[in-house]
């Protein structure tokens, strides 16, 4: 590697020594290592060091979380979870594996993984906090549930994965690529279970006592709460039936919610997630800079020149899920699998199996705080428990990018079960 490579990923490393020491936002610090690497390094303007700025991505952060401040303030999503809790008469560790199901459900059917997360996560995280289940917990279950469904014949990633292995001349079996994504995910979500209930992190909260809920309460919607409810299943129908960007329709959801409520307006835009709108668009533009240079592309290369074939898929996994939890997983998508090209040319490994290893290896690492399904997560914790779960988060995280490519590519690639 050229020292224009390896300069900006010290600098990466730098930054998540200083924001694991300190109470630093990295996002802060990577919008400034971006202008101080581009500019100075590679010569860039600041157009172009913006170029990849995530504004899509920070919009949907600022539309979801705008929006369910509000239904959290007046009480709507209390009365979802008590409506949830009345569902599993009280077998409260039941809710995460429904709503990974609710996840899976969504996204098999179409919807984008961040928006069906960026739909479930209010309503999720302010259950955990009810009933004391961990909130990193009950993230990773919605995001692992999203990713589950996510490469469904009817699904974005499905499509495009389908799409660009044809593309390169190893076309691969939708249904296939479906069902391992989906037992993959369940299998990673039992692991969740096990490591937490063995470190004693099933529930939060003082010395891990919890008594279950009172599912006897009864709370019925009235006033605000009942407007608000009926925006939210606007909101499914806009963002589910007709594939509108949740951002926009949650700005606007929020507006009408808003116009009857102008009093206390300013204590909405308060209720924004700013901290994840940093973090997600430094981390993300930086990250952008290090593509820019061609360091995946290098670590690529370096990969295929290891010769073994089941070697190279394993550093091929690793790679693409170490770069996919701090970059967009689609996008590394549509550039890894045609590097994987020469590697199913020159083998006999199956290419559904490699194709399937590298897209599970990109999305099951999505639950890095620096992806959309992450950071939606933490925006939706508690205000004076955000910067714990970001830790936390960050890593349980750092275990899933050790074991989840692992695991993909030992159950698909060296079996040829696909």
């Known amino acids: 590697m050229t020292a224009v490579q390896i300069i900006p990923l010290v600098i990466l490393v730098v930054m998540f020594v200083v924001a694991t020491k300190w109470p630093l936002n990295i996002g802060v610090m990577g919008l400034v290592a971006s202008f101080g690497v581009g500019y100075f390094l590679l010569g860039m303007t600041d157009k172009e060091i913006l170029a990849e700025f995530p504004a899509s991505i920070v919009l949907t952060i600022i539309g ?40 899976a459900t969504l996204t098999s059917l179409g919807t984008f993984s961040p928006a ?11 259950f955990a906090y ?3 289940i961990h909130p990193v917990l009950m993230g990773a279950f919605i995001i692992n549930g999203a990713h589950a469904g996510g490469f469904s014949p009817l699904s974005v990633a499905g499509v495009l994965v389908h799409d660009v292995a044809l593309k390169n001349g190893f076309p691969i079996s939708q249904g296939a690529l479906f069902t391992a994504s989906f037992a993959l995910n369940l299998i990673l979500s039992a692991l969740t279970i096990a490591v937490f209930a063995l470190l004693g992190r099933l529930r939060d909260g003082e010395n891990g006592q919890h008594a279950d809920l009172d599912t006897t309460r009864t709370a019925r919607p009235h006033g605000q709460q009942i ?19 949740i951002g926009f329709v949650a700005l606007s959801a929020g507006l009408l919610l808003a116009l009857v409520n102008i009093r206390e307006h300013q204590t909405f835009i308060g209720g924004i997630s700013w901290s994840t709108v940093l973090l997600v668009a430094g981390m993300i533009t930086y990250v952008s800079l290090l593509q820019h240079v061609g360091v995946i592309d290098t670590l690529a290369k370096q990969a295929l020149a290891l010769g073994a074939p089941l070697l190279v898929a394993l550093v091929l996994c690793y790679v693409i899920g170490v770069s996919s939890a701090f970059a967009s997983s689609t996008a590394l998508l549509t550039a890894f699998i045609p590097v994987a090209g020469p590697l199913l040319a020159t083998s006999s490994l199956s290419a559904s199996g490699a194709v399937a290893a590298l897209a599970i290896a990109a999305t099951v690492v999505d639950v890095s705080p620096f992806s959309t399904d992450g950071a939606l997560v933490v925006a939706n914790a508690s205000e004076s428990d955000r910067h714990r779960v970001y ?5 349980y995280a750092g275990g899933v990018v050790l074991v989840g490519p692992a695991l993909a590519w030992a159950l698909l690639v060296p079996t040829g079960i696909m």
């Open 116 to 126: 069906a997360v960026a739909l479930l996560a209010p309503a999720a995280l302010g």
């Open 64 to 103: 979801v979380t705008y929006f369910f401040s509000m239904a959290q303030r007046n009480g709507t999503i209390d009365i979802i979870v008590q409506s949830c809790v009345r569902l599993v008469r009280g077998k409260t560790m039941l809710l995460p594996w429904v709503f990974f199901l609710i996840a």
């Open 391 to 395: 830790r936390q988060l960050m890593i």
């Open 227 to 245: 407007l608000t409810l009926t925006l939210i299943a606007a909101i499914l129908v806009c963002t589910l039936g007709f594939h509108l960007p």
């Open 130 to 132: 009810e009933s004391r």
